[in-house]
């Protein structure tokens, strides 16, 4: 049966979730939670199940799940919820960037909390900048005794009202003579100078809370800050923690277009051929991420890593737009005229193209890299 073995895994590590969400009718979950002051309901819900442990080793609490896993997982929860799905992606993408960067067994108190409560890490990278790299920061950085004091915006923020613990990027004081160094901070989200607004104005993955967080000299303690290298090197933690959004990041898409697809089948809509050759193209886009996720502890080059994770990126996000589109027309005008549903998840669908390295600021880097350069991504 479609999307059987992705929905088995999640009834595995999350018995009951997959029933619970079926129970909230798709635009409650999505769109009805609008304002950077109400939190999205199902982001609750995959707390109380646990969800926030995914990732996490499990001799801190976690389920420390597989890449397969983690992918397969992603995927059927994008079929019920995008929002859901996009959320929890920034989340363990977060956790994955942390446990690479801590080498202090003291550090993983950390985890600790997070996996005993269920607490969510939002995602501070973006600060809204079109055409900038999401690792060169603005933030305003002010070094002090015992750590930093931070000042500035970010946004979008994904988990902005959900959040427990906001992640962020900046970029560390120079010292004469010395290359710009990134880091990232980790900030609890009631600390005094945090403010939020309203940032997301478009109908799609509204339920991502993903608002404008802005920062007014807030300190940040010297435990929490984590260095992570020049932001124009792909060294090992930038690499693997890359490799690991593209995984979950496509996964989650991949869901929301499963959807439209899994519809037709429940709606008998076009011929059998017509429906395989959607399904098939999904199952391949799966398969190649089944590759890249085994690919992470291969130990290949970094560059090699990254290239890869790219390549499957865009060729799911083709398949994303060819598949979403065939499915809402196999679904016909009726379908899309008396329910939100079908276009709602169009747009949600598409949204993968809108993430980090866009096709235009990796081109030439890929170009370089196939002719034998280093590969290096704008």
Not at 154 to 167: E, G, N, Q, R, V
Not at 184 to 190: E, F, G, K, T
Not at 209 to 227: A, D, Q
Not at 318 to 337: H, K, P, W
């Amino acid at each position: 049966m479609f999307l059987a073995k992705e929905r088995t895994i999640l009834e595995k590590f999350f018995p009951g979730l997959d029933e619970a969400l079926l129970r909230i009718p798709l635009m409650e979950m999505e769109n009805q939670h609008n304002s950077s002051t109400q939190a999205n309901p199902t982001l609750k819900l995959f707390s109380n199940f646990g969800g926030p442990r995914l990732l996490i080793p499990a001799k801190y609490g976690g389920m420390q799940v597989t890449p397969l896993h983690a992918i397969q997982i992603q995927r059927a929860l994008g079929s019920r919820s995008p929002s859901l799905a996009v959320a929890a992606t920034m989340h363990h993408f977060t956790v994955a960037i942390i446990q690479e960067m801590i080498s202090d067994e003291s550090g993983f108190d950390l985890f600790e909390r997070v996996a005993k409560h269920n607490l969510y890490f939002s995602s501070g990278f973006a600060e809204g900048r079109t055409g900038s790299s999401i690792f060169n920061s603005h933030m305003q950085v002010k070094p002090v005794s015992g750590g930093l004091i931070i000042s500035g915006s970010k946004k979008p923020c994904t988990l902005s009202m959900s959040m427990d613990l906001m992640t962020a990027s900046v970029i560390l004081p120079t010292v004469d003579g010395q290359a710009d160094e990134i880091a990232l901070v980790i900030i609890p989200a009631d600390s005094p100078g945090i403010k939020r607004q309203p940032f997301w104005k478009s109908f799609a993955l509204t339920g991502t809370e993903s608002h404008e967080v802005i920062l007014n000299e807030v300190y940040v303690p010297e435990k929490y800050i984590y260095n992570m290298g020049a932001p124009s090197k792909f060294d090992k933690v930038v690499a693997r923690s890359f490799i690991w959004f593209e995984l979950l990041a496509c996964a989650a898409y991949l869901g929301v277009s499963s959807s439209l697809v899994e519809r037709c089948f429940i709606a008998n809509r076009g011929t059998p051929s017509e429906r395989v050759a959607l399904a098939t193209e999904l199952e391949g886009a799966m398969s190649a991420l089944q590759g890249l996720a085994c690919s992470i502890t291969d130990g290949e080059k970094h560059d090699d890593l990254i290239a890869q994770a790219i390549f499957v990126r865009y060729f799911v996000q083709d398949v994303i737009e060819r598949v979403a589109m065939g499915a809402a027309e196999l679904l016909g005008g009726m379908a899309f005229v008396k329910s939100p549903e079908i276009a709602y998840l169009l747009a949600s669908a598409r949204a993968l193209a809108f993430h980090p390295p866009s096709r235009l600021s990796a081109g030439a880097g890929l170009d370089k890299y196939l002719f034998g350069e280093p590969l290096q991504i704008g």
